[in-house]
């Protein structure tokens, strides 16, 4: 089997484009491949957290992965921060990248061009790809499934463990950045023409997993459309109607081309009124389960676990690693 390997960040509420870009294809990649999944709570520290906010996004984020179907028997889930090799190998890999090979990452390009006049960015967030190459190399995964953004950062990941492995001896294995085709983007049901995200301002373009049933109904009744009224998938011209199109077809697991059949000469409102429908079933489904899972210590017993297998793993690795690189001085 081959393994495959991912880290989310406990940054927010969980909105409807994370349950379907990474939390469902998580859930459907547990039977195929071997899942090391892991709660990114080191690198949330990159940007100021609420310390009660961060407890609770947390445990919320364990709870709907395993809400959604999340097998902890199939999968080692547990806390970054309870393996502590991940901070040890980061260090010594953050010793082998360059300053300049972590300024081209587009991620801190990015926020660094954002900075006003008097603000100033933290190391964390220049320093942080040594940290996911380390989660990352520690497990020797085939595949990483990120998001776009998170490409370059697997590939860095590739370099710095070729420069090991060529400056040591085979150490690592090359990791494969995983980037979804379809379902990897969910647009803003105010303004299809922007990605779904938790940061936005208002949230009535945006649906969370653990929104009240009747108000996700009514976000999706009030979806930005179009007004020629025809239930047809053309993203560019129609971006609204193909969003909500996409929602529906990965909810009901219809194809796009059977829902364009079934809503031929329909209007938008009963289109919507269906798919208010699914989007609240399938929400009530997982809100129930996840007021079972996040009272009394099922979380804490599953991290528990997760964090021993996933510890076995890394500490070998990382003795592995310190053989090599002489901090071990046993013969
Ligand atoms: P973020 O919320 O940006 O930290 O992303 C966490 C995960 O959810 C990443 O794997 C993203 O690719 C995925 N994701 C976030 N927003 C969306 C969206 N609107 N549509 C699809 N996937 C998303
Ligand atoms: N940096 C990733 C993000 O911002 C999360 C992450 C941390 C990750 N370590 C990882 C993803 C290792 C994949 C592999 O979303």
């Given at each position: 089997m081959k393994r495959m390997l991912s880290g989310i960040k406990p940054t927010g509420r969980v909105t409807l484009g994370n349950y379907i870009g990474a939390i469902k294809p998580f859930v459907s990649y547990q039977d195929e491949y071997e899942m090391i999944v892991f709660v990114a709570n080191l690198h949330s520290m990159t940007i100021y957290q609420e310390p009660k906010e961060l407890r609770k996004n947390t445990r919320d984020l364990i709870a709907l992965y395993l809400a959604a179907g999340l097998d902890p028997e199939k999968v080692t889930l547990f806390?970054?921060?309870?393996?502590?090799e991940h901070a040890q190998l980061g260090w010594y890999l953050g010793c082998m990248v360059s300053m300049g090979e972590l300024s081209r990452m587009t991620q801190y390009k990015d926020k660094a061009s954002k900075l006003g006049k008097n603000e100033s960015i933290g190391a964390g967030i220049f320093n942080y790809p040594s940290l996911m190459n380390a989660d990352i190399l520690l497990?020797?995964?085939?595949y990483v499934p990120v998001g776009e953004d998170q490409k370059q950062h697997c590939e860095l990941a590739r370099d710095i463990a070729e420069r090991f492995n060529s400056r040591y001896s085979e150490t690592f294995k090359l990791p494969e950045p995983l980037v979804p085709k379809v379902g990897g983007k969910i647009m803003d049901l105010?303004?299809?023409?922007k990605k779904m995200s938790k940061?936005?301002?208002?949230?009535?373009?945006c649906i969370y997993i653990l929104d009240d049933i009747q108000v996700s109904k009514k976000k999706i009744m009030s979806a930005v459309t179009d007004s020629d009224n025809h239930i047809i998938?053309?993203?560019?011209?129609k971006p609204g109607i193909s969003n909500l199109l996409s929602i529906y077809s990965i909810l009901s697991k219809k194809s796009i081309a059977s829902l364009e059949e079934q809503y031929q000469?329909?209007?938008y409102g009963q289109f919507k009124k269906d798919l208010a429908e699914v989007v609240g079933q399938e929400l009530q489904k997982i809100q129930d389960r996840y007021h079972e899972i996040i009272q009394g210590s099922y979380i804490d017993d599953v991290l528990k676990n997760g964090a021993d297998h996933a510890r076995y793993m890394a500490r070998k690795k990382l003795a592995k690693v310190e053989r090599k690189i002489g901090i071990t001085i046993k013969k």
């Open positions: 806390l970054q921060s309870d393996v502590l497990y020797d995964p085939d105010q303004d299809p023409t940061s936005e301002q208002t949230s009535k373009g998938y053309d993203p560019e011209n000469g329909c209007g």
